[in-house]
């Protein structure tokens, strides 16, 4: 599965971003998929999964409420649609895929997009 991340940009607190993920290989809707992010100087944290099928979702505590993970696999996309930015949230943003069940754990996910940067002005 290869990962193309998209969708970042520079917005002001308060405003919103959807961020797109556009996903390769035939075994896309059998994989789990998540969202990560990491800071300059901070280790790459999870953000949120969802399942094969689309029908559990799990998020950190810090974006539940405001973030949104949803994906369509007759297009092979994932997305993350943020609202209610502050500037905590400003980070590079990765997209994951991996076989096993979706989980808040990098090592669920095998394959890693290359990062859309998101910058949250206040």
């Known amino acids: 599965v290869q990962l193309q991340a998209s969708g970042g940009g520079l917005v002001q607190a308060g405003g919103s971003l959807r961020l797109s993920c556009a996903a390769s290989?035939?075994?896309?809707?059998?994989?789990?998929m998540g969202w990560f992010r990491q800071s300059p100087g901070k280790e790459r944290e999870f953000v949120a999964a969802v399942s094969w099928s689309g029908g559990s979702t799990i998020y950190a505590d810090s974006v539940k409420g405001r973030f949104t993970i949803s994906r369509d696999n007759a297009k092979n996309m994932v997305y993350l649609q943020m609202n209610s930015l502050n500037p905590e949230d400003t980070a590079v943003y990765y997209c994951?895929?991996?076989?096993?069940?979706?989980?808040?754990?990098?090592?669920?996910?095998?394959?890693w997009g290359q990062g859309t940067l998101v910058t949250v002005s206040s």
């Open positions: 290989g035939r075994t896309f809707s059998n994989n789990a």
């Open positions: 994951a895929a991996g076989a096993g069940a979706y989980s808040g754990s990098r090592s669920t996910y095998r394959y």
